[in-house]
């Protein structure tokens, strides 16, 4: 079981400020294409009721020539703290996209400075500014003036192991006034390849007044105390750690404040949230929400002995109705294990 340091408690021990917005919590849900909706911060939100969220990212391109909100930009009034991150390499067009979010309910504005997906960096957004530390520098900027809220920036360390440009980079984006970095611990060449390399999130964090948030490998309590030892990072963000385990924020997040780790949730519990979130994406988003759900049934299906048979299943499936059947039929087959082991196990049944 980790153990929080006294300097990091004594750290850890007051609200996450970001310019004049405070959050009570040190640990943020990454956003993440095609994964944080509205339904699944919701179920995130659930475990963590202080931890700030993102949005999926947003083109600003498309909402200037669309002029209409996109669906993943949608906010509930009720989900604060809530953060809209937009992409993009315009500074005029990501600054007309910033006012859109604020007045969508965004607490903060964050610039998507790291993805590493081709279709986003051959048009210059995403990790494409680390090579081009002017344009990201304008591109804040122009931000910053436009939004009264704070504008932060999500980034990796450098373009290639060649190209570790991360430490001028996080120190031009606080000098053009994001007032918060999320440092992902790889290159992009990377991708989500190898181990994230933290110490070059403890570089930033050495020569930034800005909070600094490690990105990267927090897949667990443990990693996440890990990280911030290691870094001396303002917080952590979790990113795939969360798919299919919406439980991972609030976890983390309570180790944090109490020390005291909170049992994993059962395969039938998971299973059960996954059904909730399945015919949340119904109700949400209709037959496309059904199809996106897919992805998601089958990385909440880990960890049990018919687990790989059942993600082939879910990962068919054409109507909320089948996805429901199927996830019923194994929840029945795991209580029933569940009742033979605890049979089995029970003093009153075993052979004297």
């Known amino acids: 079981m980790p153990v929080l ?34 339904v699944f911060r919701r179920l995130v939100r659930r475990y963590a009721p202080d931890s700030m969220m993102y949005t999926e990212m947003v083109n600003a391109t498309g909402l200037h020539y669309v002029k209409q909100l996109p669906k993943i930009m949608e906010v509930d009034p009720q989900e604060h703290p809530i953060s809209i991150q937009l992409f993009d390499c315009r500074p005029d067009f990501l600054a007309e996209a910033a006012q859109m979010a604020v007045e969508e309910g965004a607490d903060t504005v964050d610039i998507n400075m790291g993805c590493p997906v081709n279709k986003i960096t051959k048009n210059g957004g995403g990790s494409a500014l680390l090579r081009e530390p002017e344009t990201a520098e304008a591109i804040v900027r ?9 504008v932060t920036v999500k980034t990796r360390i450098g373009w290639t192991e060649q190209e570790i440009n991360i430490l001028d980079f996080a120190k031009r984006m606080q000098d053009a006034g994001a007032q918060m970095i999320t440092v992902h611990g790889r290159t992009r060449a990377q991708g989500y390849n190898g ?123 054409e109507t909320v109705q089948e996805g429901c059947a199927i996830i019923d039929k194994a929840l029945a087959q795991l209580k029933n294990m569940n009742e033979l082991n605890e049979t089995v196990n029970n003093p009153f049944f075993q052979k004297t």
């Open 142 to 150: 122009a931000v910053v003036k436009a939004v009264p809220v704070p």
């Open 195 to 317: 181990p994230a390399k933290w110490e070059w999130i403890r570089r930033v964090k050495e020569i930034l007044s800005i909070p600094v948030i490690a990105n990267g490998d927090i897949f667990s309590v443990d990693a996440a105390v890990r990280c911030l030892e290691e870094t001396g990072a303002d917080g952590v963000m979790c990113s795939r750690g969360t798919l299919g385990y919406p439980f991972l924020v609030g976890e983390i997040d309570h180790f944090l404040k109490t020390g005291e780790k909170l049992p994993p949730p059962t395969a039938v519990e998971r299973l059960e949230c996954a059904k909730e979130h399945l015919k949340a994406l119904w109700e949400y988003k209709g037959i496309s929400g059904v199809r996106q759900a897919r992805k998601h049934l089958t990385w909440y299906a880990k960890g049990f002995p018919f687990a790989g048979e059942l993600r082939d299943r879910l990962a068919r499936i």
């Open 5 to 38: 340091s006294p300097e990091l408690k004594q750290r850890l021990a007051t609200p996450l400020k970001i310019g004049n917005f405070e959050v009570k919590s040190r640990v943020l849900q990454s956003p993440l294409s095609g994964v944080t909706d509205l």
